[in-house]
Nanobody, 114 residues
Framework: VQLQASGGGLVQPGGSLTLSCAAS????????MAWYRQAPGKHRELVARITSGGYTDYGDSVKGRFTISRETAWKTVNLQMNSLKPEDTAVYSC?????????WGQGTLVTVSS
């Protein structure tokens, strides 16, 4: 599975941004896909996850502001981010778990600043 993330950029506090993760290759039997983020000097943390059955869960800091969704057959997983805060500034990476394999895409930088 190859993952290509896009959509990062600079946004003002309170603004919105949508990240996309395009999956290619053998996407059959993907168990779930997720977005993680890592801010400078901090550990990587789970932002949001969506399973093959459509179940979603979110990190506590983004609940109610971010929404993860996916297109048919795992071709694209999107992360809609609303009410962005400066503390959301980080490199966001998409992740896919397929059976016992773990795949990562390259990160995309999100900067929330006025």
């Amino acid at each position: 599975v190859q993952l290509q993330a896009s959509g990062g950029g600079l946004v003002q506090p309170g603004g919105s941004l949508t990240l996309s993760c395009a999956a290619s290759g053998n996407t059959v039997n993907i168990n779930y896909m997720a977005w993680y983020r890592q801010a400078p000097g901090k550990h990587r943390e789970l932002v949001a996850r969506i399973t093959s059955g459509g179940y979603t869960d979110y990190g506590d800091s983004v609940k109610g502001r971010f929404t993860i969704s996916r297109e048919t057959a795992w071709k694209t997983v999107n992360l809609q981010m609303n009410s962005l805060k400066p503390e959301d500034t980080a490199v966001y990476s998409c992740n896919a778990v397929q059976l016992f394999m773990n795949y990562w895409g390259q990160g995309t930088l999100v900067t929330v600043s006025s």
